[in-house]
């Protein structure tokens, strides 16, 4: 499953990162959120690294459909409801100060982007009170919208919030531009180096881990998506959702950017194009590894869009991933209360094209000492995040499930001595161990089914052939590879010897 954006993507994979150097700052992650904050604190005079575990454009920012809009779906009223008026409307300026920072960069720096109007729309009449909620809520903030009672468009809608003039553009140039400014400044971008975690060397700096040695950093700085470290147990404040992606070659011309208000999910955009506009079509998001037919998820979008869309032509199809905050404000801040050592943002709930920038400037003004007025809008510890226990409860209540479903279907399941048809997996007992077995492109490949981050036992993933955790969003390639989520390991080779689930579990002193 390739992202658009990446078919014709032919970019030089950078070194591996340099054991012993040290730095004023370490960015741990090279997508959006990372590299405008390693910029930023560079053209400060910062001396700053950026460390990926994969590829620039490998994690959630290079799989977006990289709507750059104010309008979110139903973001205003499920914040509003959760908190004040105020707070909406500091949200919405943080966001606007994002966007506004990101658009003017790409006119800058000649990355293309498209203005389009965005609408949050009905699907039907069971749906409009929640785009009429959704406009109050953003009326009320003072924010330019407009209520419509019909959007041109071939598919259903029957009332929409819109937006004008909000943008799109291509996540992968922007990244390649960013990439290439933050190096401008001498700043050295790591590629293909994992790491494992971060502890107090005797120098009093932080001693990164990676898996080609360590690094030095004055302050750590955590864009990861979820915080690879678990001393904070901030992956408790976080769902991970996964949601897909289809992309269509169009004959005719469509503008616009569009969202549902309510379930499925749909949400649409075009991407221009020398040989046609493309179509992108997202939705039927779920939470990481708690969806059997994955594959149906994806044939579903199929259906819906060459039904509206007749004549699209299908090109390819992708997912990506997100982390949505219990308390609906995203966090940019400090992992734990009152120590700047260790910096994290998180929790942008699929609308990372504002809140990763905004984040980004709250990261670096906390290290340079320029936060802005909006800033409190990201606290990671916020007297608030009371009102949000309900929802960490019901959370926590479903990693529980997760984790003793798992492990019980696991004691139930005997080794099969058939390797797995193509484009399959399993998970089962083979010789007392855990074992995750799949066949993909002709090889049967097996390891520990034990997410290295907690416990949990990892499920396959047909639409995207990989192993992913129901419990915090792990996910691993077919031969055990660690692609995203808080795990900091790979899933361990069958080979390995397997001491049970308690020794996968990281003591608190270890990340």
């Known amino acids: ?24 700052v370490v960015v741990i992650g090279g997508g959006l959120t990372g590299l405008v904050t390693a910029l930023l604190l560079a053209q400060s005079g910062v001396e700053v690294s950026v460390i990926e575990a994969r590829r620039i454009g490998d994690g959630t920012t290079g799989a977006s459909n990289a709507k750059v809009s104010l309008l979110q779906g139903i973001r205003a009223q499920r914040i509003r409801h959760r908190h004040s008026a105020d707070m909406v409307r500091a949200y919405l300026d943080a966001n606007h100060a994002g ?81 290439a400014d933050v190096e401008s400044h001498a ?17 009093g700096d932080h001693l990164v881990e990676t898996e080609h040695g360590p690094v030095l950093a004055g302050t750590v700085v955590l864009a990861t998506g979820t915080p690879i470290l678990d001393r904070s147990g901030f992956f408790t404040r ?13 004959p005719q011309s469509f503008s616009g950017m569009y969202i549902t208000a309510g379930e499925p999910t749909r949400s649409i955009r075009t991407v221009p194009d020398p040989d046609g506009d493309v179509l992108l079509v997202g939705g039927n998001g779920h939470v990481v590894g708690r969806a ?30 997100d982390y949505q905050p219990i308390g609906e404000l995203p966090y940019a801040g400090p992992l734990l209360p009152g120590h700047d050592g260790i910096l994290l943002a998180t929790g942008y709930a699929k609308w990372g094209f504002t809140n990763a920038v905004a984040a980004a400037q709250v990261l670096a003004g906390r290290i340079t000492g320029k936060r802005p007025d909006w800033a409190g809008v990201f606290a990671t510890w916020r007297p608030g995040e009371l009102r949000s226990l309900p929802a960490a409860a019901r959370a926590t209540s479903g990693v529980a499930l997760e984790f003793c479903a798992g492990w019980w279907q696991l004691a139930r399941t005997a080794h099969e001595p058939v390797p797995p048809a193509e484009g399959n997996g399993r998970v089962e007992r083979r010789l007392g161990r855990p074992a995750a077995t799949c066949t993909v492109d002709g090889t049967t490949t097996t390891v520990s089914a034990i997410c290295p981050h907690l416990a949990g036992v990892v499920r396959w993933n047909p639409a995207e052939r990989s192993w992913d955790c129901p419990l915090h969003g792990s996910r691993f390639s077919a031969d055990g590879t660690r692609l995203e989520g808080p795990a900091t390991h790979h899933l361990t080779p069958l080979s390995a010897p397997f001491t049970g689930p308690s020794a996968h579990i990281p ?3 270890e990340h």
């Open 99 to 179: 966007q506004q920072w990101l658009l003017e960069y790409c006119g800058s720096r000649g990355v293309a982007w498209q203005p389009a109007d965005a609408y949050t729309y009905a699907q039907s009449e069971r749906e409009l009170a929640t785009v009429r909620r959704e406009f109050g809520a953003l009326r009320e903030a003072e924010m330019p919208v407009e209520f419509t009672d019909r959007i041109d468009a071939p598919f259903p809608a029957v009332g929409a919030v819109r937006l004008a003039r909000q943008g799109q553009l291509n996540p992968m140039a922007l990244l390649a531009s960013l990439a």
């Open 507 to 509: 003591q608190p002193d």
């Open 1 to 24: 499953m390739t992202p658009v954006w990446k078919i014709e993507n032919t970019a030089a994979a950078r070194l591996r990162v340099t054991p012993g150097a040290r730095y004023d």
């Open 187 to 203: 700043v050295p971008i790591y590629e293909s180096s994992l790491v494992h975690g971060v502890r107090t060397a005797a120098t």
């Open 238 to 250: 976080l769902l991970p959702l996964r949601s897909y992606l289809t992309a269509y070659r169009l």
């Open 292 to 321: 059997d037919h994955t594959d149906e998820l994806v044939a579903d979008l199929r259906r819906w869009t060459e039904r509206w869309f007749p004549s699209a032509t299908l090109l390819t199809s992708w997912s990506a991933q």
